[in-house]
């Protein structure tokens, strides 16, 4: 890959995939010409209930995805490590993700790190019953096979 390609970061747990997914890392994938996946530690998922797979795993399923050239599990304490190694031109964050556009643009130029911050689109359900979301479809299955 040349030096003036485009790297673009895209994060998240990933536990049981969905379209929703595939549709936010095929947004971020648009927007540059090699896609880096940070997928979040079980141990750092506080804002939410923690995975039911394995990290690893969820690491596994995002790297065999068309989009995504690499995929990488997240640092254990730092959010930033993984970002400075891999020097992106732009963050893609999630339609509904928490974190917030200006705090992490603070903390890239705090860090030197020459990166923009984009916010990708969600995506609705295309039918009736299409579930674009782990927690619906892991309730889903807690009330059809539990
Ligand atoms: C720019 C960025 C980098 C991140 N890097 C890491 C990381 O290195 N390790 C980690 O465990 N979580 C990391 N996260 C956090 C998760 O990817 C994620 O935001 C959160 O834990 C799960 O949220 P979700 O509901 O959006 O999937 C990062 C988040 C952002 C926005
Ligand atoms: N319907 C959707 N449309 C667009 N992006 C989505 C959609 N669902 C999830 N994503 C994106 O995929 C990334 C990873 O999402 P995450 O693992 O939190 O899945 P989730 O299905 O939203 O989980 P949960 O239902 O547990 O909140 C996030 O950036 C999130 O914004």
Known sequence: MSDDATTVIAQGTFDVLHP????YLREAAAMGDVLHVIIARR?????KQQPV??????RDMIAALDPVDSALLGDREDI??????IDPDVIVLGHDQHHDEAGIEHALTERGI???????SGREPEFDDELLSTGRII???CEQRC
């Not at 930033?80 to 190694?85: G, Q």
Request: aromatic share 4%; with cysteine.
């Open 80 to 85: 930033f490590v993984p970002i400075e190694r």
């Open 43 to 47: 141990e750092n998922v506080t804002h």
């Open 53 to 58: 797979l394995a990290d690893r795993q969820r």
């Open 114 to 120: 020459d990166c923009t911050v984009e916010r990708a």
């Open 139 to 141: 309730d889903r299955i």
């Open 20 to 23: 929703g997914h595939l549709h």
